[in-house]
């Protein structure tokens, strides 16, 4: 199996400003898990790699729940369910839905103007954005450490 090592480029150093910080972090991060699951062909992209059944592209619909959910207050009935890729959906698909659900978060992200104010999220209590972004960091973060290993076991990439 070939090794495939690509040079990780580090987050982006932004402005002074602390949302800025954190925002940047995240889309970093958001980035380098799209990129683990791009190119990884059927069947291997949704197969388990791991006992616990966890996937690269479970892991991807996973975040994109955890992204809507977050930021956006759409409910989630079953989390572990968010981990199991249907068999209709495909990578472009899943790869379109968590660029699409980055986006809408981004919106929210950007509108807000202080980080001590709560996320918007219908019928229930929110934290404080700045909350919000440091949780996707650590949740995005731990799923992309999943995925390196994934992808390494998968094809032998490396890297982001």
Known sequence: MPRTRRRDTPPP??????????????????AAVAAKAEG??????????????????????????????TFLGEP????????????EETVASVLAGYRSACEEADAVIDACTDL????ARPGRSAPSMRWALVHLIEETGRHAGHA???????????GR
Do not use: C, N, Y
């Open 76 to 87: 989630v009935a079953d989390w572990p369910g968010t981990f199991r890729p249907r068999a």
């Open 13 to 30: 150093r932004t402005g002074p400003a602390e949302k800025d910080v954190l925002h940047g972090f995240l889309t970093h991060l958001r």
């Open 116 to 119: 001590s104010q709560p996320v």
């Open 40 to 69: 990884v062909p059927e069947p291997q992209v949704r197969t388990p790699g791991v006992p616990s059944g966890t996937s690269l592209l479970g892991l991807v619909r996973h975040l994109a729940h955890v992204e809507r959910f």
């Open 148 to 158: 390196d290993i994934l992808r390494e076991l998968i094809d032998g990439s490396t």
